[in-house]
T-cell receptor
C-alpha cells in the first residue's frame, strides 16, 4: 500500500532557526503539493510541482519559505528564518493532478 | 472568485443515524473538480471522492453517497447508518484552472461526532 512519507513528524524549534521538512511522494505520481493547516486559516495550499517543476507557489510567503524538488523522490519545504506564526501542521500530498494523497504531516512548533 | 462553503461547523449524531454534510461552491470556470476528504483524529487526510463538473451522476460507495447538483452549486455527502469510526473532520474542496494553473481551495471542514 503506497503512501506519502514525511519527515520529521514533529519539530520544535526556536524562532530564527532554519526548518527543513521533507516529503517522499508516491512513486509514479507527477504532482506534489505542500499545504499548511492551522486552526485559524484552515488548509492552505502553499505550492505545488508537476514533473518536479514549480507550477504555483503563490500561497507561500516568499521572503522566508522555499520549496524544491531536487529529484522525483524528494520534495522539500524550507523556512528560514522561522517565526512563531509558522507553527502549524504541514502536509505534503502527491497524485495525478486531480487526486491528492496526503502524507501524515509535520507538526511544527516555533517558540 | 472561487470559494467553498461548509456551513455546518459541527454535527453530532447517534450511531446508525444518517447524516448529510453540505458543501456549496463558487467558481467561474465551466471545468472544475470537487473532492471530499476525511481527517480522522489521527490527523491524516484521506481522499474519499473526486467529481468533475461534467459528471453529475450521483455516486454511492458502501455507506457513503454523494449528490452533485450544478444547478445549486452543491456537492453534498451523506453517510448512511453512521458508525463511531466515521467521527472525523470532513473537508470539501474545489480545483479549477485559472491564470494558467490549477487552484485548489478547501472548505473549513465539518466536524462529525458519532455517538455510541
Amino acid at each position: 500500500d503506497a503512501r506519502v512519507t514525511q519527515t520529521p513528524r514533529h519539530k520544535v524549534t526556536e524562532m530564527g532557526q532554519e526548518v527543513t521538512m521533507r516529503c517522499q511522494p508516491i512513486l509514479g505520481h507527477n504532482t506534489v503539493f505542500w499545504y499548511r493547516q492551522t486552526m485559524m486559516q484552515g488548509l492552505e495550499l502553499l505550492a505545488y510541482f508537476r514533473n518536479r517543476a514549480p507550477l504555483d507557489d503563490s500561497g507561500m510567503p516568499k521572503d522566508r519559505f522555499s520549496a524544491e524538488m531536487p529529484d522525483a523522490t524528494l520534495a522539500t519545504l524550507k523556512i528560514q528564518p522561522s517565526e512563531p506564526r509558522d507553527s502549524a501542521v504541514y502536509f505534503c500530498a502527491s497524485g495525478p493532478v486531480h487526486e491528492q494523497y496526503f502524507g501524515p504531516g509535520t507538526r511544527l512548533t516555533v517558540t | 472568485a472561487q470559494k467553498v462553503t461548509q456551513a455546518q461547523t459541527e454535527i453530532s449524531v447517534v450511531e446508525k443515524e444518517d447524516v448529510t454534510l453540505d458543501c456549496v461552491y463558487e467558481t467561474r470556470d465551466t471545468t472544475y473538480y470537487l473532492f471530499w476528504y476525511k481527517q480522522p483524529p489521527s490527523g491524516e487526510l484521506v481522499f474519499l471522492i473526486r467529481r468533475n463538473s461534467f459528471d453529475e451522476q450521483n455516486e454511492i460507495s458502501g455507506r457513503y453517497s454523494w449528490n452533485f447538483q450544478k444547478s445549486t452549486s452543491s456537492f453534498n455527502f451523506t453517510i448512511t447508518a453512521s458508525q463511531v469510526v466515521d467521527s472525523a473532520v470532513y473537508f470539501c474542496a474545489l480545483s479549477e484552472f485559472g491564470s494558467g494553473t490549477y487552484k485548489y481551495i478547501f472548505g473549513t471542514g465539518t466536524r462529525l461526532k458519532v455517538l455510541a
